[in-house]
């Protein structure tokens, strides 16, 4: 389990004034700076932001982009939108799935991915796509995901 | 920097922005998201890298300097992304695509200092025939380009770029000759109507809120864009952010709001990297902050990133999200124009909506009028995309027909394959078949089908598309992004879910049709239009595509073996040459046999990935699909010699 670093979280809180509107992105942030939102962390930005921690947990909880469990050390993610549906992205789901191991919005056990879906990127042309971090790759073959995969540490 | 206070330091700026142009070779690479997976930031530095060593230009950082000879621009989605990257050699015009890093000291020497072109770069038209310029080009000669025009002619990381191709001179004549009301009676006349989807009166809502008796107003762009498929605003925001800028800050005036949000998805870093330095400019310049233009009015924005909720797309539920908290939606029988940020008068319109704003300044209500159908008026932005051979942006006055865009522009069908369905409105919106094509694309006549034009999303769809499938995707989208507050919508898209799961799972029975029929009565009933609109999907693709439903619930089949229930992939012994392709990529080790013996297909562990059918060479094309299941050949654990 990775430990919060509570210093960063109040850098974080800090840099939005104390606003309590900040919530959102005040989360966005300690997301992508922790790779996760721990439980000690939601507490921190309850206490510091005055905000009741039920609405900091029902924030956390509703949107996509947070995980209350630590991400991978790199995120691949799989377009589900309707443009990259019809080209075949539920096969790139599948295959990414299977050369990962693990399924949607879960970590592999190194901790090396996590694999997440989202519903547009807006690259819709070149769908299926797949997003490593922020690397596009365009409908990868079965080989050419090996390759990409292991290019990764 | 001083900042800008009047209009002829504004034209000073236009006047110097583009005399450093004059007289040089542009290169104009198309830098947004789309182009990305093509990898268009790697081919950009060789072109930077390139340029310095041949000493076209002093520094490789692509923004313009006086002294150099060539300027690398690195601009926003040109829209033709089937063919990207896409670069466009000014002063000529001179347009390539599909460019490859390996072509890049080639562009150089032959086209910018030789003078050449290069035809293998160009587009080529149904004859073979080379069409040097992008502006003769069928895909974008179809199309009517005023919110996109300057995506291909500006860097939107240098302001000095918008203020060169005209931009924040609406803005400096509405400070310095109109009042607020002068500006909203335009914008009244124009009847600008809203580009996110509704296409209510942009002056009507304007109003509303301008009237409303607080001091305190606001206005919000809506950047959420969470329609599947759709990526319009992503593009304007990428391509010419201060054009959103200018239209805000002139809705700010008008209403009387002093403050001003944009809530950008999360999901478009590009976008949100280059709303953020645009903002960044136009405070350095003077066109936020205090007394703009030397005027009274002051004006400040701040943007506001998504975390991912496509329900807090909906305007009342974006503005409880702005405020710190979960953004779901809210009762509006208090419309949020008269209480919404924070309780105050709010008005929230879309990108596109705020980036007509300068153009109706600029060129006159007629002008506007000019382009269009009667209440339909100036063009739309689409993104094309499926199964169409060009993909990309398309924007085009409103009114014209689905098969212009889809044939004309779009160019048919991809791999010769036969039209089926074109899916517009995103999840609210519903699938149109061939026999509508000549529908034209405006706020009314698709609403009149089963569909709407929504955001501009447009899917198009061939005989490879399962229409139970595809209605089945955008319930289960819901159901994920339903916040589950209202009854109708929750329960509702819940229960169609499970019915559209089993049809598609060969589990469907006779009523399925007609249950999902009653609950789409019900779903008129939700709180807010992820529900009220959610069963379009279903109604739509039960109306046009019947068959399909009553194949899979009958007889247990997928017309376009799509749902893995009821498909099967078989290695058919006439064509398998043995060649061990397919065998050698299953993921499961499904596939047995040997050189030159038919390979076999373990229908007990085949996982139906697909990979066999893609892999097997096309010359063979052994692997088919069938469907039903009980159609399939009698299995042989051992393949035989290849005939």
Same mark, same amino acid.
């Given at each position: ?153 | ?473 955008? &319930?289960?989208?819901?159901?994920? =992004?339903? %916040?589950? #507050? /209202?009854?109708? *919508?929750? @329960? ?105 013996? &038919?390979?076999?297909?373990?229908? =007990?562990? %085949?996982? #139906? /990935?697909?990979? *066999?059918? @893609? ?29």
């Amino acid at each position: 389990m990775v430990d919060t670093n509570t210093s960063e979280i109040d850098k974080i809180v800090d840099k939005y004034h104390g606003d309590k509107g900040a919530l959102i992105q005040v989360l966005l942030d300690i997301q992508q700076k922790e790779r996760w939102l721990s439980k000690d962390s939601l507490c921190r930005v309850s206490d510091k932001l005055c905000v009741p921690l039920t609405w900091v947990y029902h924030a956390a909880t509703f949107y996509k982009a947070f995980s209350l469990e630590p991400r991978g050390r790199h995120t691949a993610t799989v377009c589900l939108g309707t443009a990259c549906h019809v080209r075949g992205a539920p096969i790139l789901l599948d295959r990414v799935s299977q050369k990962l191991n693990v399924g949607p919005n879960q970590t592999t056990k190194d901790q090396k991915f996590t694999l997440t879906t989202v519903n547009c990127l807006g690259c819709c042309a070149l769908g299926p796509v797949l997003v490593i971090d922020e690397s596009y790759y365009s409908n990868p073959s079965g080989a050419e995901l090996d390759k990409i995969v292991n290019s990764y540490s | 920097m001083t900042k800008i206070k009047t209009q002829q330091d504004l034209e000073n700026i236009r006047k110097r922005n583009q005399e450093q142009y004059a007289g040089k070779k542009i290169i104009t690479l198309c830098s947004a998201t789309g182009c990305r997976p093509y990898g268009v930031v790697k081919i950009s530095d060789v072109f930077a890298q390139e340029l310095k060593k041949q000493n076209l230009t002093g520094h490789a950082s692509g923004r313009s300097a006086v002294a150099d000879k060539v300027i690398l621009r690195n601009s926003g989605c040109h829209g033709f992304c089937e063919r990207g990257p896409i670069a466009v050699i000014s002063p000529d015009e001179i347009c390539y695509m599909g460019i490859k890093l390996e072509d890049v000291p080639e562009i150089i020497s032959e086209t910018i200092i030789g003078g050449r072109k290069i035809e293998r770069l160009m587009y080529k038209d149904a004859n073979g025939n080379v069409v040097p310029l992008a502006s003769d080009i069928p895909f974008y000669k179809g199309q009517k380009r005023i919110i996109l025009a300057n995506n291909t002619q500006i860097d939107p990381a240098n302001i000095e770029d918008y203020i060169g191709v005209g931009g924040y001179s609406a803005l400096a004549k509405v400070l310095a000759s109109m009042s607020p009301d002068d500006v909203l009676l335009k914008i009244k006349e124009a009847n600008l109507r809203g580009r996110g989807g509704g296409g209510f009166p942009a002056g009507q809502k304007w109003e509303t809120t301008k009237n409303a008796p607080e001091k305190t107003k606001y206005v919000v762009v809506n950047a959420d864009e969470g329609d599947p498929g759709a990526f319009m605003n992503c593009s304007v925001l990428e391509g010419n952010p201060h054009s959103v800028l200018e239209g805000l800050i002139i809705a700010g005036y008008t209403i009387g709001a002093k403050e001003g949000f944009l809530y950008v998805r999360q999901e478009y870093p590009l976008a949100l990297a280059k709303i953020l330095k645009a903002i960044d400019d136009a405070e350095v310049y003077g066109l936020l902050g205090d007394n703009i233009f030397g005027s009274k009015f002051s004006f400040k924005v701040r943007v506001h990133r998504g975390a991912g909720a496509f329900v807090s797309g909906e305007s009342s539920a974006l503005m409880t999200a702005i405020e710190g908290r979960v953004g779901e939606p809210r009762l509006k029988y208090i419309k949020t124009a008269v209480s919404g940020l924070w309780e105050k008068p709010t008005n929230l319109n879309n990108v596109e909506t705020y980036a007509n704003v300068p153009l109706i300044i600029n060129n006159g209500v007629d002008w506007f009028k000019s382009i269009g159908t009667k209440d339909n008026y100036g063009t739309k932005v689409f993104s094309l995309v499926g199964k169409v051979k060009n993909s990309g942006l398309v924007e085009v006055p409103l009114g014209t027909s689905l098969r212009k865009i889809i044939f004309d522009i779009g160019g048919g069908m991809k791999d010769g394959k036969k039209f089926k369905a074109v899916q517009t409105g995103g999840p609210s919106g519903g699938c149109l078949p061939e026999n509508k094509l000549d529908l034209p694309v405006d706020f009314d006549e698709l609403t009149k089908a089963g569909s709407m034009m929504g955001s501009g999303g447009m899917i198009i769809m061939d005989e490879e598309s399962c229409m139970v499938d595809v209605a089945k995707y955008f &319930v289960k989208f819901l159901s994920e =992004e339903s %916040c589950g #507050k /209202c009854i109708p *919508c929750r @329960e509702g898209i819940s229960q169609m879910l499970d019915i559209l799961t089993r049809i598609t799972e060969g589990k469907g029975k006779e009523g399925d049709v007609e249950l999902l029929l009653d609950i789409a009565d019900l779903l008129g009933a939700s709180l807010c239009a992820l529900g009220t609109t959610a069963a379009n999907p279903v109604l739509s693709t039960i109306k046009y595509f019947r068959s399909e439903y009553d194949a899979h619930i009958k007889e247990k089949r997928c017309p376009a073996h799509v749902c893995k229930a009821l498909t099967a992939y078989y290695i058919n012994p006439d064509k398998c040459t043995g060649c061990m392709v397919c065998l050698k990529q299953c993921p499961v080790n499904s596939i047995t046999g040997e050189r030159k013996m &038919v390979h076999v297909i373990d229908q =007990e562990t %085949c996982t #139906k /990935c697909g990979t *066999c059918f @893609e892999v097997c060479p096309k010359r063979f094309r052994a692997v088919d699909k069938i469907s039903p299941e009980s159609k399939l050949p009698p299995h042989h654990s051992i393949g035989r010699p290849v005939e």
